[in-house]
């Protein structure tokens, strides 16, 4: 008989930022709506294809058309959140920028005033990532009352939820029930059924949010997220939109600086992706990213007394081959996890509990001890508890959008990343050798774009944004989610990009520990001067 450890849930809210890994992990790129590519043709990237793209994002008339006029000069009606200091309103946009006149979205933003004293320098935009995180939750849960106090004394601190998000007409796809067995499902087939099973949960899972809002989910991409971000801009009363995006959000708000350079204000972009990727080298390079942050984590576990996956002087690489093993036999019997819905610990949970503390080196404790629990005491509620955070599951078994949101924003951005089981298959020998841990599951989670109901509008390209002012990309060099070699490839493509660096473990790097970076950022926003370009700090 043992006695139960006391399991803590992971941050969710605060300074951890999601990429939306299986979903369709970060296979995003930029709609070709409302947009022009400058060199290159939509054919030009396949499915299939490793190569970055050469074609450019091209910037948008700067004169507002006049069939957007009603949009651009609409009138917010501030309303209390039940939130003290913030502030709610909706936001009307045309569902089809190129078909203004034949429907609206209607979006939800929020805001707390700048509180003095000082100049105030107008709003501050500010986006989580996902694609699918609520901008409004990030806003008020932690942007709002932790960025620093000089930043919200001289800021109005804002956030819309993009369109198809949590409070902006949400796209649904399961209830409760389904996505439990949705999660459940095993992403390491190890025959013909199980593959079959796999496919089927991708196809019930698209199925689904085709049937819940089949016209909202051709226009839910990044273009349109963005386009979106300029009408707030001058609704608020803003000539320049100032942004702090983080994982996803610097998507977005790289995508807003090549949509409008002469609009782009003090942008931040933290954690940054490189949108030239086609969708299965994106996924590849996340693979190999996790790898790198678990084996950083793997050389510390070693050398705690309390680490269940090797003692002191284990390689990584047998800490990795310790880990999978116990995959291994949690895919042939799962274990309890004292869920209250009767949920086990399996294979694919537990894996999406591990990559979830990936994220934030903070969760390294909290992932030694699950492991333990489930390794040595046959209880999987630790690990649930991880997993559960990533996903937004909530106690009453309810989930948030994120994940369907993050489903329908990657699979419209990007062409999918494989067509066919076959083609997974052909892949599975790079993948793993990417990520020994986590290659095999990655490749299979990047099948799910293949049946969505939606053709995609984008595809990869660079975004230069030339005539914005100085952009300061951010880059961690041990990011799981988000590559460092994606920093400097986006900081490179942009004009006018900044590359600062952050030496360390974890998504994203504002805010997270280092006075470097944060003073470096605080200072640009606060005065507008950029960081010298490569700036490295730890």
């Given at each position: 008989m043992h006695t139960r450890r006391t399991h803590r849930r992971i941050r969710t809210g605060s300074t951890r930022f999601r990429a939306g890994l299986f979903a369709a992990l970060l296979a995003t790129a930029c709609s070709a709506q409302g947009a022009s590519t400058s060199a290159g043709s939509p054919a030009a990237e396949s499915a299939g294809s490793t190569e970055a793209a050469t074609a450019t994002l091209a910037a948008l008339p700067q004169a507002t058309p006049s069939a957007l006029a009603p949009y651009y000069e609409q009138k917010l009606a501030w309303r209390d959140c039940g939130v003290p200091g913030f502030q709610c309103a909706t936001m009307k946009?045309?569902?089809?920028?190129?078909?203004?006149?034949?429907?609206?979205?209607r979006l939800a933003v929020a805001r707390k005033k700048a509180t003095g004293p000082g100049k105030?320098?107008?709003?501050?935009?500010?986006?989580?990532?996902?694609?699918?995180?609520?901008?409004?939750g990030y806003l008020q849960q932690y942007a709002g009352v932790g960025y620093p106090a000089k930043v919200r004394a001289q800021y109005d601190m804002v956030a819309v939820d993009p369109r198809g998000v949590a409070r902006s007409e949400p796209v649904e796809c399961l209830d409760g029930r389904e996505m439990d067995t949705f999660t459940q499902t095993d992403t390491t087939p190890d025959d013909a059924g199980e593959t079959d099973a796999l496919?089927?949960?991708?196809?019930k899972f698209a199925e689904g949010c085709g049937a819940d809002a089949p016209k909202l989910l051709r226009h839910v991409s990044t273009v349109e997220a963005a386009r979106d971000m300029d009408v707030l801009r001058a609704v608020l009363g803003d000539e320049k939109l100032n942004y702090v995006g983080a994982s996803y959000g610097t998507f977005l708000g790289a995508t807003y600086a090549g949509l409008f350079p002469d609009r782009t204000g003090r942008l931040v972009l933290d954690g940054a992706m490189d949108p030239s990727l086609p969708a299965r080298r994106m996924n590849l390079e996340q693979t190999a990213g996790f790898e790198t942050a678990f084996q950083s984590f793997a050389k510390d576990c070693v050398k705690r007394s309390d680490c269940p996956l090797g003692g002191k002087g284990t390689s990584p690489e047998q800490v990795g081959k310790n880990l999978t093993s116990f995959f291994d036999d949690l895919d042939a019997k799962p274990i309890p996890a004292g869920d209250a819905d009767g949920r086990r610990l399996t294979e694919s949970l537990a894996t999406t509990g591990v990559i979830a503390a990936m994220y934030d080196e903070g969760a390294w404790q909290q992932l030694r001890e699950s492991l333990t629990s489930a390794m040595k005491e046959k209880d999987g509620a630790g690990l649930l508890i991880l997993s559960d955070s990533y996903y937004e599951r909530g106690a009453d078994g309810g989930y948030s959008n994120l994940m369907y949101a993050n489903a329908a924003v990657n699979c419209l951005d990007l062409p999918a990343a494989f067509s066919s089981p076959d083609e997974v298959r052909d892949a599975l020998p790079d993948f793993e050798k990417a990520s020994p841990v986590f290659g095999e599951g990655l490749a299979w989670a990047s099948l799910n774009?293949?049946?969505?109901?939606?053709?995609?509008?984008?595809?990869?390209?660079?975004?230069e944004a030339a005539g914005a002012t100085p952009i300061v990309v951010v880059g961690t060099t041990r990011d799981p989610a988000t590559p460092y070699r994606w920093a400097q490839a986006l900081a490179g493509q942009l004009s006018s990009g900044r590359l600062l660096t952050y030496e360390g473990d974890g998504h994203t790097a504002y805010g997270r520990g280092s006075a470097c970076i944060d003073s470096a950022i605080n200072t640009y926003l606060l005065t507008g001067t950029a960081p010298e370009d490569g700036k490295r700090c730890s």
């Open positions: 946009a045309p569902l089809d920028y190129a078909k203004p006149t034949e429907g609206d979205v105030r320098l107008g709003s501050l935009l500010v986006n989580p990532g996902g694609p699918g995180g609520s901008a409004i496919v089927d949960a991708y196809k774009c293949a049946y969505w109901p939606v053709k995609p509008t984008g595809e990869p390209h660079r975004i």
